[in-house]
C-alpha cells in the first residue's frame, strides 16, 4: 500500500470514485490546501533570508532595534509553523475518507514519519543551516517529527475528544508559564522539549537548542485532526470563513484589552516589549507593538492571531485553479514542501557567504556555523531591500528544482520511499 504524506506534504490519495465519499471536490481542496502550503514555504524561506543577511542588531521583536519595514518583513511568516501543524494534521484525518486508510495506518504512518522528520532534522538540515554536523537543533522540522510521534496513539482517540484536548491545551497551556526548567534539575532538559525553550551543552564543543516545544505545537496539529470533517463539507468555505473570522476577532478582544494569553514574562526567551502592547512614540510602532506576541513558546495569543487568518485564506483560496499563473508557481513549492525545505537553507547560506567574499568579508563563520551558532561580525548586515532581492533570487533558483522533484513524484507515485522526500 503507499504511504501517505503528511508533515509538511498534506497529500492524500484518493478511492476510486465508487468509494469516495460523497462530498464537495476533494481536488480542488487539495489544490487550495497546495497552494496556500506553497506561499507558506515563501514566507519561511523570506525569514531565513532575514536571519542570513541581516545583522545582529536588527532583531525584529525588540522594539528599540526594530521599523515597521522589519517587524512585519519577521510578522508575515509567523503564519508558517501554525499552517504547517494545522496543515499536518488536517492530512492526517482527510487520508481516512480521502485516501482510505484505516485509523492504524494512519496511526503507523505518523510515528514512522515522525521519527524520519527527527531524524532529518537533526543531520540534514542541521548541516544545510550551519555546514556542520552534531548540532542538533529543536527547530519546525524537529518539533513536527515529535508531534506526530504523540499524534500516533492521540488519533486513536474519538475526533471529538481530539478536539477537547487540543483545544484545552491550546487555552490553557500558560499555567505551565511559571514552570522554570531549573525545577527538573538533570532532567531539565525534558521539560524544555515540552514547553521552555532552553540552550543545553553536550560534549565539549557542542549544545542542543530546543526551541519549538511540544505544547502547544502538538495540539495545532492535533486541531487540524479534528477539523480535517470541515474540509470535505459542501459549505466549508463559509466555514472556513467564519471559524477563522471569529478567532481573529477573539485575538483582538484578548489583546486589545491585554488580557489572557501572552505568556510570561519570566519567559528567556521573551523580551520585554514582547509583553502587554503600549502606546509607542509613534502609531506605526504602536501597531508594531499590538502584533508583537510570543512564539517561543507559541502563546495563545500568537495563535488565534495566526491561525484566524490563515483559515480565512483557506477558504478564498478554495476558489483558486491552475489556470492562474500564481497558483500555478505556488503549487510547485507547495507540492514538495521538504524537499524546498531542506535545500532553501543551503542555497540562502552559500548565497551569503559569496556575497561576503565578492564584499572581502571573513564568511568563516557563515561556512561552520552561521548565525544560529555565531554572532555575525559587527560590521556584517544587509539592508532591508537586498534581503529581499536575495529571497526572490533563492526562489528563483529552487523553483525548477522543485517543478523537477514534483514531476518526478507524479510520475513515480507507487514509489513508497518518495513520500517520505
Not at 117 to 126: C, K, N, Y
Amino acid at each position: 500500500m503507499p504511504v501517505l504524506d503528511t508533515a509538511l506534504d498534506t497529500e492524500v490519495l484518493p478511492l476510486p470514485v465508487e468509494h469516495a465519499a460523497p462530498a464537495a471536490p476533494v481536488a480542488k481542496r487539495l489544490l487550495s490546501i497546495d497552494i496556500l502550503r506553497g506561499l507558506v514555504m515563501l514566507f519561511m524561506a523570506l525569514d531565513h533570508a532575514r536571519f542570513y543577511f541581516a545583522s545582529a542588531a536588527a532583531s525584529p521583536e525588540y522594539l528599540p532595534n526594530s521599523t515597521p519595514a522589519l517587524f512585519f518583513t519577521r510578522w508575515i511568516t509567523h503564519f508558517c509553523a501554525p499552517t504547517f501543524f494545522f496543515l499536518a494534521g488536517a492530512s492526517g484525518f482527510l487520508s481516512g475518507p480521502v485516501g482510505g486508510y484505516s485509523r492504524q495506518v494512519i496511526s503507523r504512518f505518523f510515528w514512522t514519519r515522525g521519527l524520519w522528520l527527527i531524524f532529518l532534522g537533526f543531520t540534514v538540515v542541521d548541516y544545510a543551516g550551519t555546514g556542520l554536523f552534531f548540532e542538533p537543533y529543536g527547530g519546525v522540522i524537529w518539533c513536527l517529527g515529535l508531534c506526530m510521534l504523540v499524534m500516533a496513539p492521540l488519533i486513536r482517540l474519538p475526533r471529538m475528544a481530539v478536539a477537547a484536548i487540543s483545544l484545552a491545551i491550546i487555552v490553557g497551556h500558560h499555567v505551565l508559564d511559571t514552570i522554570s526548567a531549573s525545577r527538573f534539575g538533570n532532567f531539565a532538559v525534558l521539560w524544555s522539549v515540552i514547553h521552555s525553550p532552553g540552550v543545553y551543552p553536550f560534549g565539549s564543543h557542542h549544545e542542543f537548542f530546543a526551541l519549538f516545544t511540544l505544547i502547544p505545537w502538538v495540539a495545532v496539529m492535533a486541531a487540524g485532526y479534528a477539523y480535517g470533517p470541515i474540509l470535505l463539507r459542501m459549505d466549508r468555505r463559509k466555514v472556513l470563513f467564519w471559524s477563522g473570522l471569529f478567532t481573529t476577532l477573539v485575538f483582538f478582544v484578548l489583546r486589545g484589552f491585554n488580557l489572557y494569553g501572552n505568556g510570561s514574562l519570566a519567559n528567556p526567551y521573551r523580551p520585554s516589549s514582547l509583553g502587554p502592547w503600549t502606546i509607542q512614540p509613534s502609531f506605526a510602532m504602536t501597531v508594531v507593538s499590538f502584533f508583537n506576541t510570543v512564539k517561543y513558546p507559541a502563546s495563545l495569543q500568537f495563535l488565534l492571531m495566526t491561525l484566524g487568518p490563515m483559515l480565512m485564506l483557506l477558504a478564498w483560496l478554495d476558489h483558486a485553479t491552475l489556470e492562474r499563473s500564481w497558483a500555478r508557481v505556488l503549487v510547485v513549492y507547495g507540492r514538495v514542501p521538504l524537499f524546498f525545505y531542506i535545500l532553501h537553507p543551503l542555497i540562502l547560506r552559500t548565497m551569503a557567504i559569496w556575497v561576503s567574499w565578492m564584499q572581502h568579508q571573513d564568511a568563516s563563520w557563515l561556512q561552520y556555523g552561521g548565525p544560529r551558532l555565531i554572532l555575525p561580525p559587527p560590521s556584517y548586515g544587509h539592508s532591508l531591500p537586498f534581503i529581499y532581492a536575495m529571497w526572490l533570487l533563492a526562489a528563483a533558483a529552487l523553483y525548477f528544482p522543485c517543478k523537477w522533484f514534483m514531476r518526478i513524484k507524479k510520475d513515480h507515485a507507487n514509489w513508497w520511499w518518495l513520500r517520505y522526500l
